[in-house]
């Protein structure tokens, strides 16, 4: 069993910053690539940033300058730190994980359940 669990959402006004995380646990042989994707009420889920294990990182436009993604050395843990936040950004934010565990032969994807974020004055 995998597990992706997210922490670190809430409510902050708006050019307020927020960081979120993100632990992958479990039977794990090797965390591959892991990301943030962000779906706002009524639209698509989207690519908010990502990261290779080799710490290749890309952003979506909207975010690049303000947002940050980085990794522990360990591999197993993503965090987002986000500034300068708007009510644009408001959504709520997945944690994804392409995991290889020890009974499959390649990474599969694996989602947490996301966290709430909402920014407000």
């Known amino acids: 069993q995998v597990q992706v669990m997210e922490s670190g959402g809430g409510l902050v006004q708006p050019g307020g910053s927020l960081r979120l995380s993100c632990a992958a646990s479990?039977?794990?042989?090797?965390?591959?690539?892991m990301g943030w994707y962000r779906q706002a009420a009524g639209k698509e889920r989207e690519l908010v940033a990502d990261i290779t294990r080799d710490g290749i990182t890309t952003y979506a436009d909207s975010v690049k300058g303000r947002f940050t993604i980085s990794r522990d050395s360990a591999k197993s843990t993503v965090n987002l730190q986000m500034n300068s936040l708007s009510p644009e950004d408001t959504a709520v934010y997945y944690c994804?994980?392409?995991?290889?565990?020890?009974?499959?032969?390649?990474?599969?994807?694996?989602w947490g359940k996301g966290t709430q974020v909402t920014v407000s004055s």
């Open positions: 479990g039977a794990i042989l090797r965390v591959n690539g």
């Open positions: 994804n994980a392409n995991i290889q565990t020890y009974y499959t032969s390649r990474g599969m994807d694996y």
